[in-house]
C-alpha cells in the first residue's frame, strides 16, 4: 500500500504542471483512473497470491466473501486521497473554479474504476492460473471495444470501464458531470454487485451457511437494476448507435452519391430537396477538385447525417459544436439549416481524401502509427476554402506579422497542431496546401499526402516547400482593417492556457441558455461569476454588460461600460465596447450621440455579420427620432416571429410617412424584413423585399443582393439570379466577390441538372 500512495501521490505532482491536468476536474479523474484501476488490480490479486487474503470460495475462510470485498474496496479508496490533496493545494498556484464539481469527477471516475478493476481482480482469483493474464485480456477487450464504437458509431463520445466517460473533441470546452456517467457508473457498481453476492451466494451453498435467498434477493434486484439501466441505455445517454440516429432524425433521402438523414420535424420536403441538391453542387465541386469520383471508387454512397441544432447533435453525436466525417465509415456528420449553409465543402472533403490515404483509418499518416492531422485539416480547409473578408492566405499573412502565427513545421505533429487554438492551425495549414495545390496541381498533393513524402512528390523538402509559402503570404498587401480583424479573430488562447476552461466552457452555455429562454437575470449572475474567475477577460466582461443590460438595468450597465473603457484593448475589442455605448445612449434617447459612437465604431476591422449590425443602427440612429419597431429589432433580443413582425411594421411605418422614397432608412428597413423572410426558407417572399432598392452603405446593400440572387435561385428564375451574383464579382468585399463567384458557378449547375435530377 506505500507503494501504491507513492505512486499515485507521484502521478499527482507531475499533473500539476501538465496543461489542463493541474486542477481537480475531468481531465486529471481520467488520469488518475489510468493510474489507480491498475494499481487496485495488481493489488487485489496480489494480496491473494501472498495469502493476505483468503481465496474467495475456500470453505474455511473467517469472513464472508462480501465483507471481505467492502474492506478491500474502502482501502483501495484511501488511493483517491492523495491526488485530491495534491491538487486542492495546487489551486494556490492554478485556479482552481469548481472544486464540488472536481470532487464529484474524482469519486464518479476514479472511485468508479477502482470499483471495476478490484471486482475483476476479485472474479479473476478463482481462476487456478493466469489471473492477472486473464484479467488484462478482459480489459485490453473491452477497451477494443470501446476504441471500435468510438470510430464505426457516430457518436464521438463514449463509456469505459477505466475512464468512465470520454469527452470527445476538446473544441468542446464547456463540460460538466453528465448524467449519462451516472447512469454508466451506477450500472457498474451494480453489476459489480450482482458479480459479488454471486460469489456469496456459491460460497454460503458450498459451505452451508444460511441467508442465501437474502443475498439471492439481492443479487436479482441488482441484476435487474443493470439489466434495466443497459435496456435503455440510449434514453440514458450511454449508448447511441447507428439505427438509434437513424430513427431519432427520422427523414431519409437518398440522391445519385447520398443517403442523407435528416430531421424531419425541422425540414419539409421543399428545405430537404435543397439539402439534397447542396449535397450534389459541393459533391461535383470536389469531384473536380480532387479529380476523382470517391463514391464510384468506394462502390456505395455516402452517408450523411444531418442535425438541425446543437441540442439534437449533442444527443446523437456527443458534441455541440464539433462536425465529424470518417473517411473509412464513409459518413460525415454535419448541421445544416438553410441553403448554402458553408458546412458542406470541409466535411466531405475529408471522404474524399480516402482514395490517395493510407492506412486502415485512411488518413494522413506519419510512418505507420501517427496521423498527420495538420494536412488531414489542412485539405479539407483548402478544399472548403470558406469566403471571407480575410481569406485563408491574407489571414496567414496577417497572423505573422502580427506574430500570432506558430511556426507551420510545428503543426506537422498532433501535439503541435492541437496545442494551437484551432481557428490558428486550420487556417496556416489551410492556406498552405491549397498554396501546393494552386502552384503544383493536385495529383502532386495526392502523392504526398497518404505518407508525408514530400521529398518525392515534390522534389523538395517540406521545409523548403513552407518557405516558400512563406515568401508568398508575406508578400501579400493588407490593408489595417484586415490586421485589426485579424488580430480580433486569431488572438485567442487553447483550451490548455485558459483559466478553468471546462467550467468557465459549461457556465458559459448555461448563460446563453439562460438568455434565449428570456431569464436574463439568470444569465447575468453566471456572467458574473464568469467574470469573477477570469477578471482579465475583456469578452467575459462584454457578454456580462450585455446581460446587465438584457436585464433592464441600463445605469448599471453604462457604469460597468465606463470601467471597460478604461482598460488597454485592440480597436476591435475596443469596437465592441463602443457598440455597447451606443445602445445605453440609444435607450436613453441620447440619439446624436449613439449614432457618434456607431459611426467610429464602423470604421474599424470587424467579422462582416458584427460590422453590418453596426452600420444598421449607425442608419437607424441617423434620423433624430428613431421609431420603437427599428429600436425593438435592433436592440432587444428577438425571436425569428418577433424580428419580422418588427422589420415589416417598421417598412410599413416609413411608406405611410411617406418617407419610403429609396432613401437608405426605408431599404434598411425593406433589406432587414427581407432578410427575415429569407431566414424562415419563404423565398419567393423575400425576392419581393429584397429587390425594393438598393442602399448606399455598401455592407448592408452588397449582403441585400446577395440574399436577393440566392432567393432567386431558389426560387428557380436562374437567369435573374446570374445577373445579380455577376453584378457581385468585383465588389470590393473579398467575401462578397468569393461568394459571388460560387453563386454563378451554382447557377450554371443548377442549369445542368433539372429539379428531381439528383433524385435516383
Known sequence: MKLSLFLVTACAVVMCFTPLMGLL??????????????????STLRQFDRGDLEAVLA??????????????????????????????????????????????FFIVIVGGASLVCQCLGWVCSVLPRWQLGVAVAIILIEVGLFLWRLAWQPPITGHEWLIGYFSGSIYDEGLSLPSSLLWYRMMLVTGCGCVVLGLEWIWRGRTGRGGMGVVLGGGLVLAL???????????????????????????????AHFNIHYDDTALDQEAADLLARDHEYIYDRHAQLFDLDIVTWRGEKIRSYVYPNRDVQKRLLGSRNTLVARPWTHEMHIRWTQTDDGVLAHEMAHLFTAEFAHGPLQLAMRGRFFIDIGLVEGIAYAADWPADVLPGHEASAAMRRLELAPDLRSLFNVS???????????????????????EHGISTFKKAYGGGDFQTAYGRSVDELISEWETFVDGLVLTEAQTQLARFRYSR?????????????????????????GDHEQAMLIWEQIVNFEPGSVDHRIQWVGAVMDAGLYADAMT??????????????????????????????????????????????????????LEAKWLA?????????????????????????????????????????????????????????????EWGEAVKWL??????????????????????????????????????????????????????????WERSHPTGDHLR
Open 560 to 613: 460597468m461600460v465606463s470601467e471597460l473603457n478604461d482598460l488597454e484593448m485592440a480597436p476591435s475589442m475596443a469596437a465592441r465596447v463602443d457598440e455597447l455605448e451606443g445602445d445605453l445612449l440609444w435607450r436613453s434617447g441620447d440619439h446624436s450621440s449613439a449614432n457618434t459612437v456607431y459611426d467610429g465604431c464602423r470604421r474599424v476591422g470587424l467579422p462582416e455579420v458584427l460590422s453590418r449590425r
Open 493 to 517: 488562447q487553447t483550451i490548455f492556457e485558459k483559466v478553468c476552461a471546462r467550467t468557465i466552457g459549461d457556465l458559459s452555455i448555461q448563460a446563453r441558455s439562460a438568455t434565449w429562454r
Open 225 to 255: 437494476t443493470t439489466g434495466w439501466i443497459y435496456a435503455h441505455g440510449y434514453e440514458l445517454g450511454i449508448k447511441v448507435d447507428r439505427d438509434d440516429a437513424f430513427e431519432a432524425l427520422g427523414g431519409h433521402i437518398q440522391t
Open 25 to 42: 476536474g475531468y481531465e486529471s479523474a481520467v488520469a488518475m483512473a489510468l493510474v489507480i484501476g491498475p494499481i487496485t488490480l495488481m
Open 691 to 748: 429587390d425594393a432598392g438598393s442602399m448606399s452603405v455598401a455592407s448592408l446593400d452588397g449582403q441585400r443582393r446577395l440574399l436577393l440572387a440566392r432567393a432567386l435561385r431558389v426560387s428557380g428564375d436562374l437567369i435573374a439570379a446570374e445577373e445579380v451574383y455577376r453584378s457581385l464579382l468585383n465588389a470590393s468585399s473579398s467575401r462578397l466577390s468569393m461568394m459571388a463567384a460560387d453563386g454563378v458557378a451554382r447557377t450554371e
Open 621 to 681: 440612429t441617423s434620423q433624430p427620432t428613431p421609431s420603437e419597431y427599428e429600436t425593438r429589432y435592433l436592440l432587444d433580443g428577438n425571436s425569428r416571429a418577433q424580428a419580422l413582425y418588427f422589420a415589416m411594421s417598421w417598412a410599413e411605418e416609413l411608406g405611410e410617412r411617406k418617407q419610403l422614397q429609396r432613401d437608405d432608412l426605408g431599404g434598411l428597413a425593406e433589406y432587414l424584413t427581407g432578410l427575415q423572410l429569407y431566414a424562415m426558407g
Open 59 to 104: 470453505l474455511g475462510r473467517r469472513h464472508s466473501p462480501f465483507s471481505d470485498f467492502l474492506a478491500m474496496w474502502v482501502r483501495h479508496s484511501v488511493l483517491l486521497l492523495p491526488p485530491v490533496v495534491v491538487l486542492c493545494l495546487n489551486a494556490v498556484r492554478v485556479p482552481n473554479c469548481d472544486l464540488s464539481m472536481g470532487f464529484w
Open 416 to 438: 503541435g497542431f492541437w496545442n494551437q487554438p484551432g481557428p490558428s492551425a486550420y487556417t496556416l495549414m489551410g492556406s498552405f496546401v491549397r498554396y501546393l495545390i494552386d
